[in-house]
């Protein structure tokens, strides 16, 4: 059974809109990338249909969804003219997906006034279909494909060998464990690209954006996975000081997974209907200015998190569950600003054949 992981809704100092800036930021570092693809490997002469479908799966609440969106709208519309396509410019339709649960008021309610689209909302899982076959000409995801469709069973039970006791992530945790959180994956991959290749018009496009792992380097070496370890330890010591019990520890495994360009290859090379038009490393945190700020990097996941770990653990801790985060961060901000220099968000462009 599918499970639901949903960001923080509203307009909140907690909420996914006003702490995703780091995200936007990866999103602005994949622009000029984005319009390359669409410049020189999307074909607008193959399409006959008006309007021009675009979807973003796994939108959350914006404002993210709402520039990644533009930016697309106007790329597509200087290939069109670059060809002399002028007088055939489609009208285009956008399509924001995300989990039903996703707080789809404070999208709708701060979408731009002077966009250059139709909009409408596709609540559902991207773990399965949700458009008519051959409708959509260009989807786009960003920060969502590493979210598991469910915890892999493994973990939780205490006879397996890839039973997570102590911890809460697969980062430090036994080879098992890795193995358990790498098959979930591969599953819902393939769930997810067989159903956007059926969605896909021929000679359509999907690009997106992920968290990542360069090719051999172990997960204690990417960022993200760091802080989901240092979560564990604050969850432990609060455990420790009878806040919480192990048992709840224990019982609690975050559904995230952060792939390498070796395990999406051959996930895509498993589906018949894609090509893969480019795959890049990128080091987004190359950008970034100045050292990492605990209290910033806290709120991000946060606003991320808070909900699983409110379903699990209660509301109760969450404020000193990050206020420790954030004080764990700092005190391993050398850990988490030499790790590998190879990148740690994957930037992938498909083509439907």
Same mark, same amino acid.
């Given at each position: 059974?599918?499970?639901?992981?949903?960001?923080? !809704? !509203?307009? #909140?100092?907690?909420?996914?809109?006003?702490?995703?800036?780091?995200?936007?930021?990866?999103? $602005?570092?994949?622009?000029?990338?984005?319009?390359?693809?669409? +410049?020189?490997? &999307?074909?607008?002469?193959?399409?006959?249909?008006?309007?021009?479908?675009?979807?973003?799966?796994?939108?959350?609440?914006?404002?993210?969804?709402?520039?990644?969106?533009?930016?697309?709208?106007? @790329?597509?519309?200087?290939?069109?003219? +670059?060809?002399?396509?002028?007088?055939?410019?489609?009208?285009?339709?956008?399509?924001?997906?995300?989990?039903?649960? $996703?707080?789809? $008021?404070?999208?709708? %309610?701060?979408?731009?006034?002077?966009?250059?689209?139709?909009?409408?909302?596709?609540?559902?899982?991207?773990?399965? *279909? &949700?458009?008519?076959?051959?409708?959509?000409?260009?989807?786009?995801?960003?920060?969502?494909?590493?979210? &598991?469709?469910?915890?892999?069973?493994? &973990?939780?039970?205490?006879?397996?060998?890839?039973?997570?006791?102590?911890?809460?992530?697969?980062?430090?945790?036994?080879?098992?464990?890795?193995? %358990?959180? @790498? %098959?979930?994956? =591969?599953?819902?991959? =393939?769930?997810?690209?067989? %159903?956007?290749?059926?969605?896909?018009?021929?000679?359509?496009?999907?690009?997106?954006?992920?968290?990542?792992? /360069?090719?051999?380097?172990?997960?204690?070496?990417?960022?993200?996975?760091?802080?989901?370890?240092?979560?564990?330890?604050?969850?432990?010591?609060?455990?420790?000081?009878?806040?919480?019990? =192990?048992?709840?520890?224990?019982?609690?495994?975050? /559904?995230?997974?952060?792939?390498?360009?070796?395990?999406?290859?051959?996930?895509?090379?498993?589906?018949?209907?894609?090509?893969? =038009?480019?795959?890049?490393?990128?080091?987004?945190?190359?950008?970034?200015?100045?050292?990492?700020?605990?209290?910033?990097?806290?709120?991000?996941?946060?606003?991320?998190?808070?909900?699983?770990?409110?379903?699990?653990?209660?509301?109760?801790?969450?404020?000193?569950?990050?206020? *420790?985060?954030?004080?764990?961060?700092?005190?391993?901000?050398?850990?988490?600003?030499? #790790?590998?220099?190879?990148?740690?968000?994957?930037?992938?462009?498909?083509?439907?054949?």
């Amino acid at each position: 059974m599918q499970q639901s992981f949903l960001m923080n !809704g !509203g307009d #909140g100092p907690h909420s996914y809109r006003n702490n995703s800036h780091f995200q936007r930021q990866d999103i $602005n570092v994949s622009r000029t990338m984005i319009e390359e693809a669409i +410049a020189k490997k &999307l074909d607008v002469m193959c399409f006959s249909s008006n309007p021009f479908r675009l979807a973003d799966l796994g939108c959350s609440v914006g404002p993210n969804t709402f520039i990644a969106m533009q930016h697309i709208v106007e @790329a597509v519309e200087r290939k069109y003219l +670059a060809q002399g396509l002028k007088s055939e410019m489609p009208e285009f339709q956008v399509f924001f997906n995300d989990h039903v649960g $996703n707080d789809f $008021n404070t999208l709708f %309610a701060s979408l731009p006034t002077e966009r250059r689209y139709f909009a409408c909302g596709v609540p559902g899982s991207f773990h399965g *279909r &949700l458009f008519p076959e051959s409708s959509i000409h260009f989807m786009f995801s960003s920060h969502a494909l590493h979210w &598991l469709s469910k915890v892999p069973e493994e &973990l939780l039970d205490k006879n397996s060998p890839a039973w997570n006791r102590g911890r809460i992530h697969y980062t430090s945790g036994p080879e098992e464990v890795s193995h %358990a959180y @790498a %098959a979930q994956f =591969e599953r819902d991959m =393939e769930i997810f690209l067989s %159903a956007r290749a059926k969605e896909l018009v021929v000679g359509g496009m999907i690009v997106f954006l992920i968290p990542a792992l /360069p090719n051999g380097i172990p997960a204690s070496q990417n960022p993200y996975c760091v802080m989901f370890d240092l979560l564990g330890a604050s969850l432990m010591d609060m455990a420790k000081e009878g806040l919480i019990s =192990e048992a709840q520890v224990d019982s609690f495994n975050l /559904p995230i997974h952060v792939a390498s360009p070796e395990q999406m290859t051959e996930m895509v090379d498993r589906n018949e209907c894609l090509t893969i =038009e480019r795959m890049e490393l990128v080091d987004s945190r190359s950008k970034l200015v100045g050292p990492i700020n605990g209290k910033e990097c806290a709120m991000c996941l946060r606003a991320g998190l808070e909900g699983i770990f409110t379903q699990h653990f209660g509301s109760g801790i969450i404020d000193q569950l990050f206020d *420790r985060l954030s004080k764990q961060i700092m005190e391993s901000s050398h850990q988490l600003e030499s #790790g590998n220099k190879e990148g740690t968000l994957l930037f992938v462009v498909l083509r439907r054949k």
